[in-house]
T-cell receptor, first 113, second 112 residues
Framework: NAGVTQTPKFQVLKTGQSMTLQCAQDMNHNSMYWYRQDPGMGLRLIYYSASEGTTDKGEVPNGYNVSRLNKREFSLRLESAAPSQTSVYFCASREGGIYNEQFFGPGTRLTVL | QKEVEQNSGPLSVPEGAIASLNCTYSDRVSQSFFWYRQYSGKSPELIMS????GDKEDGRFTAQLNKASQYVSLLIRDSQPSDSATYLCAVWGLRAGNMLTFGGGTRLMVKP
């Protein structure tokens, strides 16, 4: 049982390049989330998927797109990377309901030059 | 006003002391509350959850909830240097949809 996995762990991009961050969970959770974490800013929600086939914007969606490929996988795409997107990105998953824990992946550290 | 507020710290306590971490939230209809610990360079991990008013104890950790005051706290007894981390408060029910709203975190430093 791997929990939530993310690839890659580290990535350096040049301004204008594109890339996709991959996330998968093996806990059969309905909901999945993408966050970014910047120093002094806490966790900010980029996009989430309440269930397979649905996606919704979070607090900071500009510059990002997502795909919920199936129940296990939720990817985050940067179409044209900007230095302001330098951050640590966390994927998370959670079962529905008020009592359930949210599980986080190990994170992707992205630098955009 | 932020939806979930925490003092960013750092909160510095000596080894063996009680560390008290506080969190306030903006809406009385919020239903469940979670404390996550995040070590530097790592992802957040759950240490406590609480749903009802009062105290909930788990080892050296006690979570306290007061819904009328919109306040949740985490006490760490007999603090150890290994407790040095950022502690994130998360609230379920502040926003529509199945999501947690996180505070900015409090950095705790336990000095030997």
């Amino acid at each position: 049982n791997a929990g939530v996995t993310q690839t890659p762990k580290f990535q350096v991009l040049k301004t204008g390049q594109s890339m996709t961050l991959q996330c998968a969970q093996d806990m059969n959770h309905n909901s999945m989330y993408w966050y970014r974490q910047d120093p002094g800013m806490g966790l900010r929600l980029i996009y989430y998927s309440a269930s397979e086939g649905t996606t919704d914007k979070g607090e900071v969606p500009n510059g990002y797109n997502v795909s919920r490929l199936n129940k296990r996988e939720f990817s985050l795409r940067l179409e044209s990377a900007a230095p302001s997107q330098t951050s640590v990105y966390f994927c998370a998953s959670r079962e529905g309901g008020i009592y359930n824990e949210q599980f986080f992946g190990p994170g992707t550290r992205l630098t955009v030059l | 006003q932020k939806e979930v507020e925490q003092n960013s710290g750092p909160l510095s306590v000596p080894e063996g002391a009680i560390a008290s971490l506080n969190c306030t939230y903006s809406d009385r209809v919020s239903q469940s509350f979670f404390w996550y610990r995040q070590y530097s360079g790592k992802s957040p991990e759950l240490i406590m959850s609480i749903y009802s008013n009062g105290d909930k104890e788990d080892g050296r950790f006690t979570a306290q909830l007061n819904k009328a005051s919109q306040y949740v706290s985490l006490l760490i007894r007999d603090s150890q240097p290994s407790d040095s981390a950022t502690y994130l408060c998360a609230v379920w029910g502040l926003r529509a949809g199945n999501m947690l709203t996180f505070g900015g975190g409090t950095r705790l430093m336990v000095k030997p």
